[in-house]
């Protein structure tokens, strides 16, 4: 040890005079190569915004290559000195530059090396780690060493001295909390986990990776938005729903006022936010009210905004929606919820076009587009003296039927895959699709609560499915649903369970109810008859009493609507997942 300090010392003033000051010229030189006088608090905010914009593993590795960098070169000044030095002397230079250079005061435990065999074990203590000091500041305690930079230095000297590659690694970091850190190196072949942290020497290109994920998200956007600016999830190709569609694109040319009918959950704000998209006021704002979720005392305040001091409470002026829908669209939903007195003075705005804020005696011009929604009969509540009659003629101007999800069955599958996408990006799931048995339940569920009930039920199978499988039955549907299927005789699995619901009587129940459509019950009739043929087209078309070429097509038919339903190919690729914030 006394001799390794004594080589130390004797290294450092030669050193030292090999540092050029050249202010005529503006260069610093050590040897051969030009320094850089910096700021260490400079040099630090860099590297915190490094660590900030990239991430700590990715700056990690940027750091240690750029410290692998500064070894190489300091390497070549220590065996030029080899030349006329002993090797453990040569060897030296390295730990009195760093010090030299203000990174790291370096004092060697233990060195033991032969550069002929390759032979090397390397143990130092490092004090007033700048690197360690300024993380801990920055960051506090780290849970692992973080003097990447120093490291990466410690590295490539002397796997550059030495001729192989050698790693080093702190046991001990003030990063962590000790009081200086400890840095021990080996040859890569002496450490059992060298994979793990050789990692961090190979340089990725993060240009490419961002531009491979601006693709797959320009790729996405143009899956989800298709050709019109349209709110993403509206999506549907049958018949009702381009009848419903079609009507919508009508009535956005005017500014008719829209009554939106249909299920909770079919998706009507979508529509009116569609209507809104397609129509001239597309540049203004959008304003949703759900009038089933406000209490009776505040949704005047709500609509019409208030005054300050015109009840307990009211300790600021503020507008209300109509206000702040100026120009644009306001969207009322569940509009048959409204009480009596409110409805009144909506009648007189639409009317009018002027609102007075509560406790305000002053009027003001609004320019609103009305977009009603309603989920029961109005023309009941009208009926029943619930709600005005001619608040009800005045919105019923121009009426959108929305068909509830089990008449558009076609539309199950392009949603499905749409909402897959979205909640793998969302939750940074890989998922490769839905399983056939899975993909047969969502067909032949009878969604009592529409899209909204098919949204929510992918997005629980997003999150129970392990990343890279597809989403199961059981992932998709809870007990308490797979229970209400079987009061209805269907199993979920794609069959029907005719012990359960009496046989002929539950497969019409479950027709009749909306539980399962003809088609399925006939896709369950030709799967059972391939299956007791065992495969054979021509016994099964018998058993049907339909003719071979017959069976064939409808087997077709059946492949391509579940062929639909495989999401494989449209999926993000590899990598993504780390994009989604
Ligand atoms: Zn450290």
């Not at 914009?53 to 080899?82: F, I, K, P, Q, V």
């Not at 009878?446 to 499915?465: T, Y």
């Not at 549907?477 to 619901?501: I, Y």
Request: proline share 4%.
């Amino acid at each position: 040890m006394t001799k390794l300090h004594s080589i130390a010392h004797a290294a450092s003033d030669d050193l030292r005079a090999r540092v050029h000051f050249c202010p005529e010229t503006g260069q610093i030189w050590l040897h051969e190569h030009r320094m850089l006088l910096v700021h260490a608090e400079a040099q630090a905010l860099l590297r915190k915004e490094l660590i900030d914009s990239l991430g700590m593993d990715r700056a990690r590795g940027l750091l240690t290559r750029m410290g692998y960098a500064s070894g190489l070169r300091d390497a070549e000044l220590a065996r030029t000195r080899a030349e006329n030095v002993g090797d453990l002397e040569a060897f030296m230079t390295g730990p009195k530059l760093h010090t030299l250079e203000g990174i790291v005061h370096v004092t060697p435990v233990k060195l033991d090396l032969d550069r002929a065999s390759g032979k090397f074990y390397g143990e130092f203590l490092w004090e007033n780690s700048w690197e360690g000091q300024w993380h801990r500041h920055h960051y506090g305690i780290h849970s692992e060493p973080v003097c990447w930079t120093q490291i990466g230095y410690a590295c490539g000297y002397t796997s550059a001295f030495m001729g192989r590659p050698v790693l080093y690694k702190e046991v001990e970091c003030v990063g962590m909390g000790h009081d200086n850190c400890r840095i021990v190196g080996k040859p890569v072949q002496e450490w059992p986990d060298a994979a793990e942290h050789m990692r961090f020497f190979t340089p990725e290109s993060i240009v490419d990776q961002l531009i491979e994920l601006q693709t797959q998200v320009v790729q996405l956007r143009g899956a989800i938005a298709g050709k019109e600016k349209l709110p993403a999830d509206l999506i549907g190709r049958s018949p009702g729903f381009a009848a419903a569609y079609d009507l919508l694109k009508h009535a956005a040319a005017s500014q008719i006022t829209v009554l939106l009918l249909g299920e909770t959950g079919v998706g009507k704000e979508l529509f009116a936010r569609a209507l809104h998209e397609l129509g001239s006021r597309r540049e203004r704002a959008f304003v949703a009210l759900n009038c089933a979720a406000i209490p009776n005392e505040l949704v005047e305040s709500e609509l019409f905004g208030v005054e300050k001091g015109a009840y307990t409470g009211a300790l600021v002026s503020r507008p209300g929606r109509f206000e702040r829908a100026d120009g644009g669209s306001l969207f009322l939903d569940e509009i048959g919820e409204l009480p009596l007195p409110t409805q009144s003075k909506l009648l007189r705005v639409l009317q009018e076009g002027e609102i007075e804020r509560v406790g305000d005696q002053k009027t003001r011009k609004v320019n609103v587009r009305i977009i009603a929604a309603t989920n029961d009969e109005l023309r009941q509540r009208v009926k029943e003296g619930r709600f005005r009659s001619d608040l009800y003629y005045r919105l019923n101007a121009f009426q959108v039927n929305i068909p509830p999800l089990r008449e558009r069955k076609e539309d199950i599958s392009p949603l499905a895959k749409r909402f897959l996408e979205k909640y793998s990006a969302l939750h940074g799931k890989k998922l490769r699709g839905f399983t056939d048995k899975a993909k047969r339940a969502l067909l032949s569920y009878a969604w009592p609560g529409n899209i909204r009930e098919l949204q929510n039920m992918i997005e629980r199978g997003v999150i129970l499915a392990p990343s890279g499988t597809r989403i199961e039955v059981n992932h998709l549907f809870s007990s308490l649903v797979e229970e209400q299927a079987h009061e209805f005789g269907v199993d979920l699995n794609g069959g029907l369970d005719l012990q359960q619901g009496g046989s002929a009587a539950a497969l019409c129940d479950a027709v009749l109810n909306g539980v399962m459509t003809l088609e399925q019950i006939e896709v369950m009739l030709i799967e059972s008859a391939v299956d007791k043929a065992r495969g054979n087209l021509s016994a099964a078309a018998r058993m049907l009493g339909l003719t071979r070429p017959q069976l064939a097509y409808r087997l077709k038919r059946l492949h391509e609507a579940d062929a639909n339903l495989s999401m494989a190919q449209g999926a993000p690729g590899p990598g993504t997942s780390h994009a989604v914030p």
